[in-house]
Protein backbone atom coordinates (compact mmCIF):
# COMPACT_ATOMS: atom_id res chain seq x y z
CA UNK A 1 0.00 0.00 0.00
CA UNK A 2 1.14 3.35 -0.77
CA UNK A 3 2.38 5.98 2.11
CA UNK A 4 0.30 9.17 2.16
CA UNK A 5 3.85 10.83 3.62
CA UNK A 6 5.78 8.95 0.09
CA UNK A 7 3.87 10.72 -2.43
CA UNK A 8 4.70 13.88 -3.94
CA UNK A 9 2.17 16.36 -5.21
CA UNK A 10 3.37 15.73 -8.52
CA UNK A 11 2.71 12.03 -7.80
CA UNK A 12 -0.67 12.66 -6.29
CA UNK A 13 -1.56 14.52 -9.57
CA UNK A 14 -0.65 11.57 -11.55
CA UNK A 15 -2.79 9.54 -9.78
CA UNK A 16 -5.55 12.14 -10.43
CA UNK A 17 -4.85 12.49 -14.28
CA UNK A 18 -4.77 8.26 -14.41
CA UNK A 19 -7.77 7.69 -12.55
CA UNK A 20 -6.17 5.42 -10.45
CA UNK A 21 -8.10 3.20 -8.03
CA UNK A 22 -4.99 2.10 -5.78
CA UNK A 23 -4.93 5.86 -4.17
CA UNK A 24 -8.12 5.88 -2.83
CA UNK A 25 -8.78 6.47 0.48
CA UNK A 26 -4.88 7.50 1.27
CA UNK A 27 -5.82 10.97 -0.33
CA UNK A 28 -8.60 13.05 -1.63
CA UNK A 29 -7.93 15.88 -3.73
CA UNK A 30 -10.11 19.06 -4.27
CA UNK A 31 -10.57 21.57 -7.15
CA UNK A 32 -9.74 25.02 -5.73
CA UNK A 33 -12.58 26.39 -8.68
CA UNK A 34 -15.51 24.53 -8.17
CA UNK A 35 -14.87 23.80 -4.15
CA UNK A 36 -15.61 19.87 -4.40
CA UNK A 37 -13.26 17.19 -3.81
CA UNK A 38 -12.94 13.68 -4.57
CA UNK A 39 -11.39 9.71 -4.57
CA UNK A 40 -8.25 9.90 -6.93
CA UNK A 41 -10.23 7.46 -9.26
CA UNK A 42 -12.76 10.00 -10.02
CA UNK A 43 -13.72 9.99 -13.50
CA UNK A 44 -14.78 13.57 -13.47
CA UNK A 45 -13.06 15.72 -15.87
CA UNK A 46 -9.08 16.20 -15.60
CA UNK A 47 -8.51 19.71 -13.41
CA UNK A 48 -5.51 21.43 -13.89
CA UNK A 49 -2.82 21.11 -12.04
CA UNK A 50 -2.83 24.97 -10.36
CA UNK A 51 -6.36 23.96 -9.45
CA UNK A 52 -5.69 20.87 -7.13
CA UNK A 53 -5.29 20.72 -3.50
CA UNK A 54 -4.86 17.44 -1.53
CA UNK A 55 -6.35 16.19 1.83
CA UNK A 56 -5.54 13.46 3.72
CA UNK A 57 -8.84 12.61 4.55
CA UNK A 58 -13.14 13.84 4.16
CA UNK A 59 -12.90 15.50 7.54
CA UNK A 60 -10.18 18.12 6.25
CA UNK A 61 -12.00 18.15 2.92
CA UNK A 62 -14.99 19.32 4.54
CA UNK A 63 -13.33 21.57 7.28
CA UNK A 64 -11.37 23.19 4.32
CA UNK A 65 -15.06 24.26 3.14
CA UNK A 66 -15.39 21.62 0.12
CA UNK A 67 -18.05 19.51 -0.28
CA UNK A 68 -18.20 15.85 -2.02
CA UNK A 69 -18.16 14.79 -5.79
CA UNK A 70 -21.53 13.67 -6.89
CA UNK A 71 -19.92 11.49 -9.08
CA UNK A 72 -17.67 9.65 -6.47
CA UNK A 73 -19.48 10.33 -3.57
CA UNK A 74 -16.22 10.01 -1.26
CA UNK A 75 -18.50 11.05 1.62
CA UNK A 76 -21.19 8.27 1.10
CA UNK A 77 -19.45 5.85 3.43
CA UNK A 78 -16.03 5.72 5.07
CA UNK A 79 -16.11 1.57 5.37
CA UNK A 80 -12.20 1.51 6.55
CA UNK A 81 -13.42 3.61 9.73
CA UNK A 82 -15.89 0.49 10.08
CA UNK A 83 -14.16 -2.74 9.39
CA UNK A 84 -16.42 -4.53 10.92
CA UNK A 85 -17.77 -4.02 7.89
CA UNK A 86 -15.36 -6.34 5.92
CA UNK A 87 -15.29 -8.48 9.00
CA UNK A 88 -18.38 -9.58 8.29
CA UNK A 89 -18.53 -9.96 4.43
CA UNK A 90 -15.18 -12.30 5.29
CA UNK A 91 -17.05 -14.32 7.65
CA UNK A 92 -20.14 -14.18 4.71
CA UNK A 93 -17.09 -15.49 2.16
CA UNK A 94 -15.64 -18.23 4.71
CA UNK A 95 -18.76 -19.72 5.12
CA UNK A 96 -20.27 -20.10 2.00
CA UNK A 97 -18.15 -20.05 -0.30
CA UNK A 98 -19.66 -23.01 -2.19
CA UNK A 99 -23.30 -21.13 -3.01
CA UNK A 100 -23.15 -19.08 -6.30
CA UNK A 101 -22.03 -15.93 -3.97
CA UNK A 102 -20.57 -13.35 -5.76
CA UNK A 103 -19.16 -10.16 -4.82
CA UNK A 104 -22.03 -8.38 -6.83
CA UNK A 105 -24.46 -9.96 -4.64
CA UNK A 106 -22.87 -9.26 -1.23
CA UNK A 107 -22.45 -5.52 -2.59
CA UNK A 108 -26.35 -5.62 -2.47
CA UNK A 109 -26.66 -7.52 0.46
CA UNK A 110 -24.22 -5.36 2.12
CA UNK A 111 -26.00 -2.06 0.64
CA UNK A 112 -22.03 -0.99 -0.37
CA UNK A 113 -21.15 -0.18 -3.81
CA UNK A 114 -18.78 -3.06 -5.23
CA UNK A 115 -16.28 -0.55 -5.97
CA UNK A 116 -16.43 0.84 -2.29
CA UNK A 117 -16.18 -2.84 -0.99
CA UNK A 118 -13.15 -3.90 -3.65
CA UNK A 119 -11.33 -0.86 -2.10
CA UNK A 120 -12.21 -1.02 1.83
CA UNK A 121 -11.71 -5.11 1.50
CA UNK A 122 -8.44 -4.87 -0.13
CA UNK A 123 -7.21 -2.36 2.26
CA UNK A 124 -8.43 -4.51 4.82
CA UNK A 125 -7.18 -7.58 4.09
CA UNK A 126 -4.68 -6.76 1.28
CA UNK A 127 -6.88 -8.67 -1.99
CA UNK A 128 -9.88 -8.11 -3.56
CA UNK A 129 -13.27 -10.08 -2.52
CA UNK A 130 -12.94 -11.28 -5.99
CA UNK A 131 -9.48 -12.91 -5.20
CA UNK A 132 -9.94 -13.72 -1.66
CA UNK A 133 -12.96 -15.68 -2.70
CA UNK A 134 -11.65 -17.93 -5.62
CA UNK A 135 -8.53 -18.49 -3.13
CA UNK A 136 -11.00 -20.14 -0.45
CA UNK A 137 -12.50 -22.22 -3.02
CA UNK A 138 -9.09 -23.49 -4.22
CA UNK A 139 -8.23 -24.50 -1.07
CA UNK A 140 -11.30 -26.08 -0.24
CA UNK A 141 -10.77 -28.11 -3.57
CA UNK A 142 -7.02 -29.02 -2.56
CA UNK A 143 -8.56 -30.50 1.02
CA UNK A 144 -10.97 -32.11 -1.09
CA UNK A 145 -8.36 -33.71 -3.30
CA UNK A 146 -6.20 -35.14 -0.34
CA UNK A 147 -8.77 -36.15 1.62
CA UNK A 148 -11.06 -37.96 -0.64
CA UNK A 149 -11.49 -40.36 -3.73
CA UNK A 150 -14.44 -38.10 -4.94
CA UNK A 151 -14.64 -37.20 -9.09
CA UNK A 152 -12.91 -34.24 -9.66
CA UNK A 153 -16.03 -32.84 -11.25
CA UNK A 154 -18.03 -33.15 -7.75
CA UNK A 155 -14.71 -31.22 -6.14
CA UNK A 156 -14.87 -28.42 -8.28
CA UNK A 157 -19.03 -28.21 -7.44
CA UNK A 158 -18.21 -28.64 -3.63
CA UNK A 159 -15.89 -26.02 -3.46
CA UNK A 160 -17.97 -23.21 -5.25
CA UNK A 161 -17.14 -23.66 -8.72
CA UNK A 162 -19.80 -24.25 -11.33
CA UNK A 163 -18.07 -24.46 -14.04
CA UNK A 164 -15.65 -27.18 -14.56
CA UNK A 165 -13.56 -25.20 -17.21
CA UNK A 166 -13.55 -22.37 -14.50
CA UNK A 167 -11.84 -24.57 -12.35
CA UNK A 168 -9.26 -25.93 -14.01
CA UNK A 169 -8.51 -22.62 -14.63
CA UNK A 170 -8.46 -21.32 -11.59
CA UNK A 171 -6.67 -24.19 -9.95
CA UNK A 172 -3.77 -24.33 -12.60
CA UNK A 173 -3.30 -20.49 -12.11
CA UNK A 174 -3.09 -20.85 -8.49
CA UNK A 175 -1.64 -24.01 -7.80
CA UNK A 176 -0.02 -24.30 -11.03
CA UNK A 177 -0.69 -27.51 -11.88
CA UNK A 178 -4.05 -29.57 -12.98
CA UNK A 179 -6.02 -30.96 -10.02
CA UNK A 180 -5.79 -34.90 -11.47
CA UNK A 181 -2.13 -33.86 -10.97
CA UNK A 182 -2.18 -32.45 -7.73
CA UNK A 183 -4.33 -35.10 -6.13
CA UNK A 184 -1.55 -38.25 -7.43
CA UNK A 185 1.57 -35.82 -6.13
CA UNK A 186 -0.46 -35.69 -2.81
CA UNK A 187 -1.31 -39.09 -3.16
CA UNK A 188 2.50 -39.99 -3.87
CA UNK A 189 3.37 -37.99 -1.04
CA UNK A 190 1.53 -39.93 1.52
CA UNK A 191 2.57 -43.71 -0.23
CA UNK A 192 6.07 -42.52 1.00
Known sequence: MVKKQQLTDEEKYEAV???NQAYDFEFYYGVKTTKIFCYPSCKAKDPKSENVVYFNNIDDAMMASYRPCKLCKPDEH?????PELMEKIKYVMDHQ???QLTIKQLSKDFD???N???RAFKHTYGKTPS????????????????ESKKPILDVAYESGFHSSSNFYEHFQKLVGMSPGKYRKEEQDEVAR
Open 97 to 99: YMD
Open 131 to 146: QYLLELRVEKAKALLR
Open 17 to 19: INC
Open 112 to 114: IKL
Open 116 to 118: QLT
Open 78 to 82: DYLSK
